[in-house]
């Protein structure tokens, strides 16, 4: 028993260990839905989240990850309709159009762990989500400084601040 301890242990001695390598990571958990690096990493490459200037691309992607899901739950709550065929095929057409040639695309899919039918599940779900707040928050109504400052001097116990109304900057 021992002297195959010793002999493990030479050739364990003889191999370098090399370091870990990360596959990928849990970022969040929203209501049950793991969210992982590799989610951030396909929405950030496939176009569907855009950071911008982030300085954490990553986290961006995140964010918009997180709200994202939790807008699904609350689709999925209500059993709300499908996105239509023709607007799924144009944000795959618009998807596909980010790369070169048809194998950067494919190689991509392959880095990113997705086949064709992800990348449909992963667009539909967007403009689900696309079409649900702009049916819930579309209509808002864009007030002028002018009719802010009517509103506020019309109703002035709404917005008052140690017992003293509040100046139109504080408000604003």
Known sequence: MGGCAIVLGMLVAGHPLRAAELLDRVLAVVSGTVITLSDARAAISLGLVDP???VDPVSAALRWLVDRQLVLDEINRYDAGDADSAGIAARLGAIRKRFTSDEEYAATLRRLGLDGA???VLVRDTLRVEAHVASRFDTLFVATENELREYV?????QFVRDGRPADFDAVQ
Request: overall charge neutral; aromatic content about 0%; charged content about 20%.
């Open 52 to 54: 911008g200037a982030a």
């Open 153 to 157: 001097a019309q109703h002035p116990e």
């Open 118 to 120: 992800g990348v449909r």
